[in-house]
């Protein structure tokens, strides 16, 4: 939809246009509550050893299919995301592992060694944490809590963590139980499926 040359919501518009718009609410739009939940909960926690910094920014980094770790206030375009779908989120694919690993080098260089990199994505599968743990050893963490959550129940867990004021718990991922069973269904919200507004700022 967002791609589709008839839409005229506002996304949609300003991604045609040369300046572009913001990555993270392209991912927003594009993934709904999933990725929703993790911007909020991101840009709500993040803690950047220093915001001025280039490469660590607001603390709020994406991972991108062809591009690395960008920021979430990264402006992309409509050829940018054509290129992004273009591109297999895939181990054995150089196009994808390449500059994610170029980008998590040169953020561990960033941010220093007293910093946590909270990985907010999967750890199920070894799409991410193949690539980062070498990188980042027990410094990067993950929410054991999301252990047997599918995307949508992670995505919900988090913006609940948002609207409490209340971060979750972090472990490393090196030798953490990455599978288990799916705990139990989280309590419905009433609007929390909604377009409801998190201010924030920051990642751990």
């Keep these: 939809m967002v791609r589709s040359p008839a839409a005229q919501f506002a996304l949609a518009q300003q991604l045609r246009s040369a300046e572009g718009t913001p990555l993270g609410e392209v991912f927003s739009f594009v993934s709904g509550l999933y990725f929703r939940g993790k911007l909020a909960y991101a840009r709500r926690f993040a803690q950047p050893p220093d915001p001025a910094e280039p490469v660590v920014g607001g603390g709020v980094l994406v991972i991108t299919p062809n591009a690395g770790l960008r920021s979430a206030d990264t402006l992309i375009t409509l050829a940018s995301l ?6 297999s989120i895939d181990l054995a694919n150089a196009a994808y592992r390449r500059p ?16 946590d990199v909270v990985l907010l994505g999967s750890i199920a599968s070894g799409k991410y944490v193949e690539v980062l743990q070498p990188i980042f050893g027990d410094r990067l963490v ?3 809590a999301f252990v ?8 919900g867990l988090m913006l609940r963590c948002v609207m409490a004021g209340m971060e979750l718990d972090y472990a490393p991922v090196a030798g953490a139980t990455r599978h288990g069973q799916r705990p ?5 919200i ?9 201010k924030g700022a920051k990642k751990r």
Excluded: N
């Design 82 to 87: 054509e290129a992004f779908a273009a591109v």
């Design 100 to 115: 994610l690993e170029q980008g998590a080098h040169a953020l561990r260089d960033a941010v220093g060694p007293e910093c």
């Design 142 to 144: 993950f929410p054991p």
């Design 148 to 155: 047997g959550r599918g995307d949508m129940s992670r995505g």
């Design 184 to 188: 139990a269904k989280l309590a419905p």
């Design 190 to 198: 009433r609007g929390i499926l909604g377009g409801t507004p998190f």
